[in-house]
């Protein structure tokens, strides 16, 4: 229906039977109707829980169903009616505080000055977005052959963008790390123990040390 509408204004335009203000005119409620209808669509597939009770849903949908309604009314302010009722859905998706936030991230292979940079401006963009957040879960394969001098420009790249509510910072060793330079000649099962593997043991207990506590024997934590 909104697809056969929006054609037949179209063909009109076409024809010049409808100046450019008389079309919008003419468009703006439907276009209005079909993003409530949208949003309706997602909060009718969102389950209650600890972040979005059934409540804080339940008068979200009643929200949009009385701006769908308010859209009609002949001399209606659309704008101001769209605009009022996605500032609430704004507010609403903010959902429940958390208890605990923290970042997460993997697979950086950090090779070059530029992914340093790239890994630089992300901490700082997390920040940002969450400068509340209490830890910080880096889940290996950061730097990419896990070489001593990538692994120190790696942490400095991590010490300097840490946020200032940081409390935890816990760092893995990935396939990357543990493979090195011969990653492209690992075995899926080796029988033994690679050579860069003492290399690399060593590295993330000495540059993981300061964020370890008293554990500084084992690189992962117990």
Known sequence: MHSAYSNALRH????????ADEIAQSYQPLGYGIALDHLSDRLNLMTAGERYSAEAIE????????AKEDLKAEDADRTAVYAAVMDEYEEFMEGTPANLSFHVVSDLHTSS???????????????????DAKAILLAGDLPQNGKPEEM????????????EKTEGVFVCMGNQEMRGPTSSQWEDRPAGVNA??????AS?????????????????YD
């Open 204 to 220: 993330c207990l000495e540059n993981n040390g300061k964020y370890m506590g008293e554990q500084t024997d084992k690189v992962y």
């Open 12 to 19: 009109l335009v076409n024809r010049r039977a409808l100046s």
């Open 113 to 131: 000055d530029a992914s340093l940079n790239l890994f630089e401006t992300a901490l700082a963009d997390m920040n940002t977005v969450n400068p």
């Open 196 to 201: 860069h593997y003492p290399i690399i043991s």
């Open 59 to 66: 008068t979200m949908k009643a929200s949009v169903a009385q």
């Open 152 to 163: 120190t420009k790696f942490y400095e790249k991590l010490d300097a963008g840490l946020g």
